[in-house]
């Protein structure tokens, strides 16, 4: 009643689809809010890139970054500070038009809420390299501002690449990826254990793409069949706060071939049945 969003495009290259309905100096469209009595009409150019179209859509706010979950159906977007209520619109009308336009949740953040994110992702990454490889404070910070995230991205580097970091040696280099390898072998001898104490079911073992960490993972959580493991939807694995395989860097289409793979027994039980 106060405010719509539209969505338009053209195959003809040379049409502008918004002009076209903008008409000269808003004519035509302003002819349609007056018969609606004055309700405010956000003309957006369509694009079957799911971003741009999202960063249309929010117009006439700007859009700094997109974080874009295609298995939840939700996106998180990064706004300047002082365009957020411009986003966010009157009552919210701005984003839940926006929302309702692309069929996507969305999350707004400010660049200043971004930041204070990475910052603690970048508290915590240094966390679990200070913890898993021994070091001091500033050793793990040095690695993770270099991009290493993981024992596992270390342990394969060669010397020569890791030495280059600002303050590193040979030595230092060598017993940093010594560290890593003898912390990935205990955790491995520690999966397995976890794994012959909780999981019987050798079709689950045997999946496709599966591996003994993830074995353990699963084993945490009461996952403990091929069953177990169909019934489970992507994101339940791959979510980056309550995923079970959220510490993992595993692409989601990876993890949902997997489960597909796993879903395969049903379908053959259902031919069986039928």
């Known amino acids: 009643g106060s405010r719509a969003k539209i969505s338009v495009f053209t195959e003809d290259s040379t ?20 018969e609606l009595q004055g309700e405010k009409i956000d003309i957006v150019m369509w694009s079957d890139n799911q971003a741009t ?3 249309n859509s929010l117009a006439p706010a700007e859009v700094s970054k997109i ?3 295609e298995e939840k159906n939700k996106v998180e977007v990064v706004i300047p500070d002082e365009q957020l209520s411009l986003a966010i619109g009157r009552k919210g009308q701005n984003v839940k038009l926006a929302s309702s336009l692309t069929n996507l949740e969305i999350d707004i953040l400010t660049e200043e809420e971004e930041a204070e994110r990475r910052q603690l992702e970048f508290k915590e990454k240094t966390q679990m390299m200070i913890k898993s490889l021994d070091v001091e404070d500033v050793i793990a ?14 342990a394969s580097e060669s010397v020569e690449n ?5 303050g590193f040696d040979n030595d230092l280099a060598k017993e940093i990826i010594s560290r890593a390898s003898n912390y990935i072998k205990d955790q491995n001898e520690e999966d397995i254990k976890i794994i012959n104490e909780n999981i019987k079911d050798e079709e689950l073992k045997k ?22 493991f169909a019934d489970l939807a992507t994101f339940e694995l791959t979510d980056k706060e309550e995923g079970i395989f959220k510490n993992l860097d595993i692409d989601e289409k990876v993890v949902d071939s997997m489960i597909m793979k796993a879903r395969e027994k049903w379908f053959v039980e259902e031919k069986q049945e039928k």
């Open 207 to 228: 999946l496709t793409g599966i591996n003994n960490k993830m074995l353990s993972l699963l084993a945490k959580n009461n996952i403990l069949t091929l069953n177990d």
């Open 15 to 34: 049409i502008d689809p918004v002009g076209a309905c903008v008409g000269m100096r808003g004519s035509r469209v302003q002819a349609v809010v007056n």
């Open 67 to 69: 974080f874009l979950y």
């Open 141 to 154: 910070q040095l690695l993770v501002t270099e991009g290493y995230v993981s024992v596992e991205g270390i």
């Open 162 to 166: 890791l030495e280059k970091i600002e």
């Open 53 to 55: 179209f999202l960063a």
